[in-house]
């Protein structure tokens, strides 16, 4: 999905029959029909001092970039499942270097 498709989801008329919480608020009793949880996960590529990238997880509420500043990092695995194209560089090192794997 393009980001401006993401930046224009029409969010005025939710679906009332979904009862939203975060991710990590859930226990197992509160897993009922209607149910819904949402996570905001992003990927960041590094520069300085050696090329690297990492990929974090926060509330959907927060605005991407203080996902990426105040996030939860996710494992390499999933984050590379997210987004394989990171895993295609052409790289003769190998592949982008994963922050702390």
């Known amino acids: 999905m393009r980001d401006d498709a993401i930046d224009n989801v029409d969010d005025d008329e939710p ?9 990590v608020s859930v226990r197992p009793p ?10 905001q996960v992003v990927a960041v590529v590094y ?7 990492c990929a974090f997880r926060g509330p959907h509420d927060w605005p991407r970039e203080k ?15 997210l987004w394989p194209v990171i895993g295609w560089l052409d790289r003769p090192d190998g592949l ?6």
């Not at 520069?47 to 990238?53: E, V």
């Not at 996030?71 to 695995?77: F, K, L």
């Not at 982008?96 to 794997?101: E, G």
């Open 67 to 81: 996902v990426a500043a105040q996030g939860d990092m996710i494992s390499e695995a999933v984050a590379l499942a």
């Open 30 to 39: 509160d897993v009922v029909p209607g149910l819904a949880m949402a996570y």
């Open 47 to 53: 520069a300085l001092p050696d090329l690297h990238w």
């Open 96 to 101: 982008l270097p994963y922050y702390n794997s």
């Open 15 to 23: 679906d009332a029959s979904l009862t939203w919480r975060m991710g």
